[in-house]
């Protein structure tokens, strides 16, 4: 498999890890080259947007934790 090189921000949000940051780059030719009707671009729009809601309730989830 090969390595992909992702770049980390600083002012991200917590929950925007690399695996997130991957599936939106892979997303994005996908949009470019089919348009957001196609079957690839929804595909890859409904993996992001899992990744992301999962992310975020892991974020809070373990925030509310720790008070």
């Keep these: ?9 600083t002012r991200d949000a917590t929950w925007m ?3 997130l940051k991957s599936l939106i780059l892979e997303q994005q ?10 079957v690839q671009f929804k595909f890859y ?3 992001v947007n899992r990744k992301l809601k999962s992310g975020k ?9 720790t008070k």
């Design 1 to 9: 498999m090969p390595v992909k090189r992702v770049r980390i921000n």
């Design 17 to 19: 890890t690399s695996k």
């Design 29 to 38: 030719p996908a949009f470019h080259e089919f348009g957001t009707e196609s």
């Design 45 to 47: 729009r409904n993996a």
């Design 57 to 65: 309730a892991t974020f809070y989830e373990t925030k509310n934790e």
